[in-house]
């Protein structure tokens, strides 16, 4: 395994755009599958969550498939993630490859991976309800619950930090100043969009 000059865990969250060019320039593949497996369990937790699955599933088996099928979403994303942002920069001057968006796709995912500390409290606390269909009853009453306020709180910060992370490293990796970095973060979601829209179709079917 690579050495680096910086511990990225730690100084990703204070020097961003530093560590991020001392992950690409020393090791561009360092702990990207892992980040992106982990990512990728977070947006299953969120997915069944958004989709009340819990009315149709329970709790155990509802977790075992997010642990099964997160990381191969967050693998998939990664990878047809990166393959557009590198193609779509080049259209903007950018100079990336797809490997080098995967290391800014994977490391900008960390705030989503402290994330999952969250999901971990807010089961632990409310179970299957975490899970239960958006009903205003529900929400009322998980309103009165001040771990899950304060922990949804947490993962609406953590996303957000994601989401900068993600654009400076773009921004870095494409060498491309911030206001490029957005729009190609914006061209590359509304090209996923069209391509992914007939597998969401399928999977909101298969979910109804």
């Not at 950018?94 to 960390?110: F, H, I, N, P, Q």
Request: neutral net charge.
């Amino acid at each position: 395994m690579p050495e680096l000059a910086i511990n990225p865990w730690l100084s990703l969250w204070r020097y961003p755009r530093r560590t991020f060019r001392h992950l690409l320039d020393e090791a561009p593949g360092y702990n990207v599958l892992t980040l992106a497996s982990l990512t990728g369990i977070a947006a299953a937790l969120g997915q069944a969550s958004g989709h009340g699955l819990g009315s149709q599933v329970a709790l155990w088996p509802l977790l075992a498939i997010c642990l099964l099928l997160g990381p191969l979403m967050g693998l998939a994303e990664l990878w047809i993630g990166s393959w557009l942002l590198s193609r779509i920069g080049r259209w903007l001057g950018g100079e990336a490859d797809s490997a080098e968006m995967r290391t800014v796709m994977a490391w900008s995912g960390l705030p989503n991976v402290l994330g999952l500390v969250t999901w971990g409290g807010m089961i632990a606390e409310l179970g299957i309800l975490v899970f239960a269909p958006r009903s205003p009853e529900l929400m009322q009453s998980l309103a009165q619950h001040k771990g899950f306020v304060i922990a949804a709180a947490l993962q609406l910060l953590l996303g957000i930090w994601s989401l900068w992370l993600l654009c400076i490293g773009v921004s870095e990796a494409q060498r491309l100043p911030m206001l490029k970095a957005l729009l190609n973060l914006l061209l590359t979601a509304m090209a996923a969009l069209v391509l992914l829209s007939p597998i969401k179709l399928l999977l909101d079917q298969l979910l109804a």
